[in-house]
């Protein structure tokens, strides 16, 4: 086994130690809500949104993109398990502002290995030879954070399996800083109308 694998396993076993009334938790999450973000490893929802095991579901996907797969978890968050409240959280200094999709295509296409990036451009190491399918693939890049965020709220907020009464709040995380800023613009297209009467 690999070095990353004993790691993980020890750790699990040490875990596995401290567990105590975990094994208690509900199924569904006992605060009722939900995160879309990012897959990018500088960003631990636990800390930055104050959870614990068993209060949120945390969905996450490269950019924290609104993808079907994303809206289907969301549905199911919702639906089958409680949550009242959903957040789309993007991040400054995402890697899905650094290529385009015809960019991750070609270079797929040319080789499956780990690409290089030298600040501006993207290249293959080797040349062994990829396939063809990253071109048929929506890669869902990012050219700006709020916008991506804004694009994102508005696509759950109109998808026909979510129902109106569901806030989803849009939010860029600073990846400098730790903090949490909301996009005024996503939360207003997000807002459910019950919320917007009470706030008059």
């Known amino acids: 086994m690999s070095k990353i694998v004993d ?15 975990k094994a208690e938790l509900a199924l569904p999450p006992a605060r009722q809500f939900a995160i879309l973000t990012c897959m990018d490893a500088r960003l631990d929802p636990a800390k930055y949104a104050g959870l614990s095991e068993g209060d949120a579901h945390v969905i996450r996907n490269a950019g924290g993109r609104a993808t079907d797969d994303a809206i289907r978890s969301l549905v199911i968050s919702h639906k089958l398990l409680g949550t009242r409240e959903w957040f789309v959280i993007h991040h400054t200094n995402c890697g899905m502002e650094l290529f385009a999709d015809e960019v991750i295509a070609d270079l797929l296409d040319d080789d499956l290995g780990t690409a290089s990036f030298d600040g501006k451009t993207w290249s293959n190491p080797h040349h062994h030879g990829g396939h063809a399918a990253g071109h048929f693939i929506k890669w869902h890049t990012i050219k700006n954070q709020e916008a991506s965020v804004a694009q994102d709220v508005r696509r759950i907020r ?8 569901v806030p989803i ?32």
């Not at 790691?7 to 401290?18: D, I, L």
């Open 158 to 165: 109109e998808h026909p399996l979510v129902p109106k009464s």
């Open 169 to 200: 709040y849009g939010y860029v995380y600073d990846v400098h800083t730790g903090r949490l800023n909301e996009v005024k613009q996503a939360t207003e297209a997000g807002r459910a109308p019950s919320v917007a009467s009470s706030a008059k």
């Open 7 to 21: 790691e993980v396993v020890a750790a699990n076993r040490s875990y596995v130690g401290s567990f105590g009334a």
